[in-house]
């Protein structure tokens, strides 16, 4: 399987997210358009409510990887993410992402 950039060519319908198994779904305090949904497979986010869905890219090719989601309410902007490789952070709601635990050998 192989990794996705975080571009609009990884947006998905409505009606594939709806298919999901939901894990989790959360709803970013800031803006009640931004909404990210752990489904069996990915995290994915929506920008406009829940009408189009565009799967993350966590850095790892494992799509059934992803355990849960926390988004920070003081700084909505930082996102929490439970993986099978541990917690990754994203700075920038989910654009990119760096693995903070374990840490990565350098």
């Known amino acids: 399987m192989s990794r996705l950039p975080n571009t609009r060519a990884n947006e998905v ?5 709806d298919s999901f198994e939901v894990v989790q779904f959360v709803i970013d305090p800031s803006n009640e358009n931004i909404v ?47 993986t099978t490789h541990g917690v990754s952070y994203s700075s920038d709601r989910g654009c990119h992402f760096t693995r903070i635990y374990p840490e990565l050998s350098r």
Do not use: M
């Open 13 to 17: 319908s409505k009606k594939a997210v």
């Open 36 to 82: 990210f949904v752990v489904p069996n497979k990915g995290i994915y986010r929506s920008l406009d409510g829940g009408g189009t869905w565009c799967l993350l890219d966590l850095g790892f090719d494992e799509i059934e990887g992803v355990h849960s989601i926390a988004i920070s309410s003081p700084h909505p902007l930082e996102i929490f993410v439970g």
